[in-house]
């Protein structure tokens, strides 16, 4: 499909060659197996079939292939731009990247703590050595994998894609984009010279928290065939009521990711101008802010050399960003005294969530939290931080 027709078009429409029956919602296909052909003739044995064959509305067994998940992977082929291969989670998606590239050394940065369990398991297997992220390029060898998470978890701060495909490429490495906190109409990986596109797909694509999914995309169709021959004895498809919801999902996903990325920036652009007001008045918000907060994470308050950032990111910056507070006591509070932020992990969906990270990532700073801003009005959250800001500053001054 042209790359001139919009990304909310081809989130409606890519899939329309699928359309097999005259419902306009797509069915729930839930068949494990299906029906070969009654014509003798018609039947081609298993050695005999060539991947240029493929039929996307013929199936055999769902561990290969099956009408709802080849439906999500046709639309997201068409806003990834790159062949896109679903599984049953991201970090499932990561250890199909590694089987794939099997690399002898992997340079990484701190970003989702699963991912390194991945790669602590590949350690085990294959003695994968991992690398600093920003390794000195003569320590990466041809074959070599640089993972690059951006914007990053949890702070929602990018890494300059370009760069780091130069550095890869320089030395006969590949680079794989954890792209999953920039999902289509933010960021597009393969402008800047990914290799590889990975997205956790239980986020934004899914983006309702009802649904556990990853997805990898390539522009090469070597390793497109390999990807989907190792995904059949990996066994780690995505389930068909799964890739049914993410259809649905699908279809909002530029309109929900737009207003969420709109939103953070203005939250996160009124919290940073708060915290840095000069001399603010005692009973101000701006003096709430400054009484208990630290600092805020986010893209659009992130110092860059050069303007790499607004071309990676032209449309506007993902829809995470972190905050510290003064004290980890205050960190621990601020999730209860919430409304409208409801105080769990993950993200991408349409509902605010705020995270005490430490609940769930032992390596982070014990002060931070977390904010996946939802489709909620930001006012609304605004003056929602402010009145928890002020009840907090109350209790800090008891306790402190
Ligand atoms: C950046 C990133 N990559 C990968 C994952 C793993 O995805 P999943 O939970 O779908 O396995 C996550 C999960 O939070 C994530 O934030």
């Not at 940073?272 to 994470?297: G, I, K, Y």
């Not at 209860?336 to 390596?363: C, N, P």
């Not at 605004?382 to 928890?388: E, Q, Y």
């Amino acid at each position: 499909m042209s790359h001139s027709v919009g990304t909310s078009t081809r989130s409606l429409h890519a899939d329309d060659l699928l359309n097999v029956v005259s419902d306009v919602a797509p069915p729930l296909h839930l068949s494990t197996t299906f029906r070969y052909s009654n014509d003798p003739e018609a039947l081609v044995p298993a050695a005999d079939v060539s991947s240029s064959d493929a039929d996307h509305t013929s199936h055999i067994y769902s561990r290969l292939s099956a009408p709802n998940p080849t439906r999500f992977e046709t639309i997201l082929t068409a806003l990834l731009n790159g062949n896109t291969i679903s599984y049953s989670s991201g970090l499932s998606a990561l250890h199909a990247a590694l089987t794939l590239l099997n690399p002898r050394r992997i340079s990484v940065g701190e970003g989702y703590h699963g991912c390194h369990g991945v790669i602590a398991l590949f350690t085990r297997l294959t003695g994968l050595q991992k690398l600093d992220l920003d390794c000195a390029p003569d320590q990466l060898q041809e074959g070599d994998v640089i993972l690059l998470e951006t914007p990053v978890n949890p702070k929602g701060t990018a890494f300059d894609i370009a760069a780091y495909a130069e550095k890869a490429h320089s030395r006969g490495a590949y680079l794989i984009v954890d792209s999953t906190f920039g999902p289509p109409g933010l960021q597009d990986p393969f402008l800047f010279g990914a290799d590889l596109v990975m997205h956790s797909g239980s986020k934004y694509f899914g983006g309702h928290s009802d649904v556990l999914c990853g997805v990898l995309a390539t522009q090469r169709a070597d390793w497109h065939a390999q990807l989907l021959k190792d995904r059949i004895f990996l066994g780690a498809v995505m389930g068909n009521m799964e890739s049914w919801l993410g259809v649905r999902s699908l279809r909002t996903l530029e309109v929900r990711v737009q207003r969420q990325s709109e939103n953070t920036t203005r939250l996160v652009s009124w919290l940073h101008a708060a915290l840095h007001a000069p001399s603010p008045a005692p009973d101000s918000a701006e003096a709430a802010v400054q009484a208990v907060l630290a600092e805020v994470f986010h893209a659009s308050v992130q110092e860059t050399q050069g303007d790499w950032l607004s071309k990676q990111m032209p449309n506007g910056f993902g829809p995470v960003f972190s905050i510290t507070m003064r004290d980890e006591r205050l960190a621990r509070q601020l999730p209860s005294k919430l409304h409208y932020f409801q105080h769990a992990t993950s993200l991408g969906g349409v509902e605010t969530l705020i995270e005490w990270r430490t609940m769930s990532d032992t390596t982070v700073d014990r002060r931070l939290l977390r904010i996946s801003v939802g489709l909620e009005n930001w006012e609304d959250l605004k003056a929602d931080l402010v009145r928890a800001f002020r009840e907090l500053g109350k209790l800090w001054r008891e306790i402190r």
